[in-house]
């Protein structure tokens, strides 16, 4: 932030800036550093203005916040980043991209993009993964046109780099990590590729029919039953259910098929392993036979 704050003191005169503008400037620079392309567009529909607030909030982003950051397109009808492209008011990480994506409907998101520092409140978060500019926009770009990418991927079971070719077609974050769901030419079939194991740029290639449409595994909604752990005692019960929102001593959760496991993590259920202890989990899922087909072993 010491870069950002030096910049609106030199521009402005005094700090802060705007709220609602210092949001739109986060906004603009997060755009164009991990999408590849900034409209009048994006701001109109992000933010409710018309398109000619917008274009006066990129040139003042480009007179007084960035200076030689933005570069105009005419073939694409927008503004790219400038190959010595600084970060003058985000950190430039992959994090505030996916989480701007994440959260995009959020009221927290504008609050969020703030930093406002609160007292009393404490908010754990996980590690950053490293997602560089580079490999993000076409994915992006792939995922949105569908088509075919040509990436280096490494896993556990295959740490050396290893080509092959996909069709993205949705980011998902899973609480803990991102990943984007993407047809696998190799091994035929709708797999989840952890964006943070690509290596070097991906190369967009020709079209595909691959797309999201085909994923049968993606597009079948699967409903969670929650309900306390049957060991706990009546009123230990009444205790979780409140804790959870249940309605009628259950919570029901409808989630993408492919989502299933995530979902149960983010709960901290294991559906394979009975705890001995009713208080280490309090919770289970009613309905594991209705969900097996969905789990990861």
């Known amino acids: 932030m010491g870069s950002y704050r030096s910049v609106i003191t030199a521009s402005h005169g005094k700090w802060p800036i705007r709220w609602d503008l210092l949001v739109r400037y986060r906004f603009i620079e997060t755009i164009v550093l991990w999408e590849g392309r900034l409209t009048t567009r994006h701001l109109c529909e992000t933010f409710g203005i018309g398109r000619q607030q917008a274009s006066k909030d990129i040139n003042s982003y480009i007179r007084q916040i960035g200076p030689g950051n933005l570069v105009y397109d005419k073939s694409l009808k927008g503004y790219t980043p400038a190959a010595g492209f600084t970060p003058r008011v985000t950190q430039g990480v992959a994090d505030e991209y996916l989480h701007l994506m994440a959260r995009n409907n959020e009221l927290s998101n504008v609050f969020e993009s703030l930093a406002l520092n609160v007292a009393n409140v404490e908010v754990l978060s996980v590690p950053v993964r ?50 984007v769901r993407a047809w696998c030419e190799k091994n035929q079939e709708y797999r989840d590729f952890v964006l943070s194991r690509f290596r070097d740029i991906p190369e967009i290639l020709d079209d595909s029919d691959r797309g999201i449409a085909g994923d ?82």
């Open 216 to 297: 049968s595994e993606w597009n079948t909604q699967v409903t969670l039953r929650i309900i306390p752990d049957p060991r706990l005692r009546e009123d230990q019960r009444q205790v979780v259910e409140t804790d959870y929102g249940m309605h009628q001593g259950a919570l029901t959760i409808t989630v993408r098929g492919k989502l299933v496991p995530y979902a149960l993590k983010l709960l901290h259920i294991d559906p394979d392993t009975a705890q001995d202890d009713p208080m280490a989990q309090q919770i289970v899922v009613a309905n594991r036979a209705e969900l097996a087909p969905w789990l990861f072993n």
């Open 130 to 179: 490293d997602v560089r500019p580079e490999v993000l926009r076409p994915i992006m770009q792939a995922a949105r046109q569908q088509k075919r990418l040509e990436v280096d991927y490494v896993s556990i079971q295959h740490p050396d780099r290893e080509g092959r070719i996909i069709v993205p077609h949705t980011l998902v974050y899973t609480g803990l990590r991102w990943h």
